[in-house]
């Protein structure tokens, strides 16, 4: 029997099972308590009424009722912050690289980073049995981050139901032993990049630069070789970055060696290199760590598609940003890098809704395979939660759906609560048989070469996600941050998974 996944529907909660954020809860105590004060002062009961909802009513319309996808108050945050960033200048990043010295020790000073981006990022490197690794400490968000390029299985939309099961369950356990093993791995973000590519380019390059002195038997086992070499109109890479929080018995043991950098890199360097040994555990295969170099090297193409993942030469964490990021326009940004002119625009849409019905195990395909000729980043980050904490967060949001469910002796229930009903009791069943628990949030980023192309591409990847059962949210206003969250920082969630 095929594996289906089922995804709980997110639809428009009240006060129950919703958590109001900071500014939310003031602003709605702020309006009840007013109305309150308000209606107490004046004598008529009508007045009473009337003065209690004109001031407590645009409250509480502008906390929970829907505006255009959001709320009010959502929306008037983003543009708030939008604004503010407008003025001071910040949505319009030059980079300081060419002024940018280096010390007596060699190593390079540091320089600003685009809006967006974590600031203040500590560069860390780290020895493991597998290569040098980056390790970047975020000190907002208390996490150190590092990537890895790894390979899953080949052709999997070929293999029979079964080998697609193993494979899940696979990677399933490898979730499990991350959460519950100990270990200091508490995020991963998956990064799935997809580069249009020319496959005729080397035949191509061959031919224009053959020389006619050079033998025969040269010439035609050099053709040879190039009809065997497997070339694809794509390049298609997965990266995977590790979170681990900053914690106090982390400081503790990095304080027994000469430095906290070294610490750092000794204690975390033994962590990933845990992690990596066991990826086989989920039938993953390690490609290669992402040193400084590397790392530099794939950020920068994030901005800047025409720049080479592995052209490494001359990149570091001050030649990774872009030369120029313009975020100003609400509806995309504009990035140009040290090596090419025109500039490259970017989007990004959040993936806000899940399938609202059962889904293969494949129902991801319609974006990341069928979608040809477009410049995107698919990436999904995720908190892994220990099984004792998930089983009883799925309870919980068991118990709110079953309580919100209109059961009143007449009334047809709603079949969508009864769906939603069933996915929360079935995770709540799963994690008990041994399922991994996970927060996730995901997110795309498309690029092209004008806005025109932009536009395009857009739509092209929102009528796959369509097809794939899921809804896009693009991040107008938000665009400068949003694009970050597709970048190998594990970013895109919240710190306490609230």
Request: aromatic share 8%; with cysteine.
């Amino acid at each position: 029997m095929a594996r289906t996944f089922v995804f709980p529907r997110p639809r428009p909660r009240g006060l129950l099972g919703r958590k109001l954020e900071g500014d939310e809860q003031v602003v709605l105590a702020a309006g009840l308590l007013g109305g309150l004060v308000l209606a107490w002062l004046v004598s008529s009961t009508v007045l009473k009424v009337v003065c209690f909802g004109v001031l407590a009513g645009p409250c509480a319309w502008a906390v929970l009722a829907p505006f255009r996808g959001r709320t009010f108050l959502k929306w008037f945050e983003v543009t708030r912050t939008y604004r503010r960033l407008l003025r001071d200048g910040s949505l319009l990043y030059k980079s300081q690289a060419p002024y940018a010295g280096r010390l007596i020790a060699g190593r390079r000073m540091s320089v600003d980073v685009p809006a967006g981006v974590p600031r203040d990022m500590e560069w860390i490197s780290a020895r493991t049995a597998f290569g040098e690794i980056a390790i970047l400490l975020q000190p907002h968000e208390l996490m150190f981050t590092a990537a890895i390029e790894v390979e899953a299985m080949r052709d999997f939309g070929s293999l029979d139901t079964e080998d697609k099961e193993s494979l899940i369950q696979a990677y399933e356990s490898l979730l499990k032993a991350t959460a519950d093993g100990g270990g200091r791995i508490r995020r991963l973000q998956w990064i799935a990049r997809v580069i249009p590519t020319d496959p005729n380019a080397h035949a191509r390059d061959a031919a224009a630069r053959a020389d006619p002195k050079a033998p025969a038997w040269l010439e035609v086992s050099y053709q040879e070789l190039i009809r065997h070499v497997a070339v694809t109109s794509e390049d298609r890479r997965l990266i995977l970055v590790l979170g681990i929080p900053y914690t106090t018995d982390l400081v503790a043991e990095a304080r027994r060696y000469d430095t906290l950098h070294v610490g750092y890199g000794i204690a975390l360097g033994k962590e990933l290199e845990n992690f990596i040994r066991q990826l086989s555990r989920g039938q993953l295969r390690h490609v290669r760590n992402l040193d400084e170099a590397g790392l530099a090297s794939y950020i920068h193409h994030g901005y800047d598609p025409s720049h080479w993942i592995d052209d490494t030469t001359g990149m570091d964490r001050v030649t990774c940003w872009p030369a120029e990021l313009d975020a100003r326009d609400p509806s995309h940004l504009v990035s140009r890098s040290w090596e090419t002119s025109p500039g490259w625009y970017s989007r990004t849409a959040w993936i806000k809704e899940m399938p609202v019905l059962p889904v293969g195990i494949n129902f991801m395909a319609p974006v990341l395979l069928y979608v040809q000729g477009v410049v995107f980043t698919v990436s999904v980050t995720m908190d892994l939660v220990p099984t004792d904490q998930a089983i009883t967060e799925a309870m919980a949001d068991a118990t709110n759906e079953l309580g919100q469910a209109d059961k009143r002796a007449g009334v047809i229930e709603d079949p969508r609560e009864q769906k939603a009903q069933k996915a929360s009791l079935g995770t709540m069943h799963e994690i008990a048989a041994g399922a991994a628990g996970i927060r996730l949030a995901a997110w795309i980023t498309v690029t092209a070469p004008d806005d025109e192309a932009l536009r395009r591409d857009g739509d092209t990847v929102r009528s796959a996600a369509s097809r794939s059962g899921i809804r896009l949210e693009w991040t107008d206003k938000e665009h400068y941050r949003a694009f970050a969250n597709t970048l190998p920082f594990a970013a895109g969630l919240f710190r306490n998974g609230s």
